[in-house]
């Protein structure tokens, strides 16, 4: 699940010396990653690790620019640009999760805000950092999705609405930006052990969750370009790992694998 966005931050915009790689160098010097939510929980945890490995990374959060305001954004990418010079790797993962009510009772300005933020924020990211991945040759964007995402769900209807409309995203991205280089994937982070995910009723008496280092693992090895024959596809941390996917990847992928479509007979007009 993605992290929550709207509480205070304590972001500093610290990030790590240039990595001193022969392949890096090539590439200008740096490779530049935008995470949005990194001021904790998954989103945290992803941009410390992408540091660790090498990136520079910048943080986004509601302080820095809320992904649902246009103008921030904007200022904030071409921010991070000028003073970066490129952007290599957008990770989508700020969004916030609606109240566990079924649609009956819903809150409308509630659920349509969780849309805005799940759904709008994503859009509006991968629509200002794409020209700057055109520009430098290439790039990649993962979306943090869920298993939401690929079903209804009697409670938090917001959630699941928005998690099925980011793959649609994420496919769109992949079509449009394949030919130019651009890789767009769908991680399911399975549940971490958050804020969000602990505040749940949904996880009130579980006792396991995914370990942070799978999701880590998954959004390093996507990042490093090594599994981009899943791009516009699911990718499940917990259960997928990047050995996993490289073997999966080596006996062939089927058109509609590890993405969402309908269920239909051979036999059925719509087929």
Do not use: C
Request: aromatic content about 6%; hydrophobic content about 45%; overall charge negative.
């Amino acid at each position: 699940m993605s992290d929550l966005l709207d509480e205070p931050v304590d972001d500093d915009g610290d990030v790590t010396p240039e990595p001193d790689t022969e392949e890096v160098a090539g590439r200008g010097g740096h490779l530049v990653a935008v995470v949005t939510g990194a001021s904790r929980g998954i989103g945290r945890y992803v941009a410390d690790a992408l540091e660790d490995a090498g990136w520079v990374v910048e943080r986004g959060s509601s302080a820095v620019a809320p992904v649902t305001d246009r103008d921030a954004l904007a200022a904030w990418v071409a921010d991070v640009v000028e003073r970066q010079g490129r952007i290599d790797l957008l990770v989508n993962n700020a969004g916030v999760i609606d109240a566990e009510v079924d649609l009956f009772a819903s809150d409308p300005d509630e659920w349509w805000h969780t849309v805005e933020v799940d759904v709008l924020g994503p859009y509006l990211m991968t629509w200002l950092v794409a020209p700057h991945l055109l520009a430098g040759g290439g790039g990649r964007v993962v979306n943090l999705n869920s298993g939401a995402g690929r079903r209804a769900g009697a409670e938090a209807s917001a959630y699941n609405v928005s998690k099925t409309a980011l793959a649609r995203i994420t496919g769109s991205t992949h079509l449009a930006g394949w030919d130019r280089g651009i890789r767009a994937f769908d991680l399911m982070p399975g549940v971490v052990r958050t804020d969000m995910t602990e505040a749940m009723e949904a996880h009130a008496d579980r006792t396991e969750w995914t370990a942070p280092e799978e999701v880590i693992a998954l959004v390093l090895a996507l990042a490093s370009g090594d599994l981009d024959v899943f791009s516009g596809r699911f990718v499940r941390a917990g259960i997928d790992t990047p050995e996993s996917l490289r073997a999966m990847a080596d006996r062939g992928l089927e058109p509609g694998e590890r993405m969402l479509d309908l269920v239909l007979r051979e036999d059925d007009p719509l087929a």
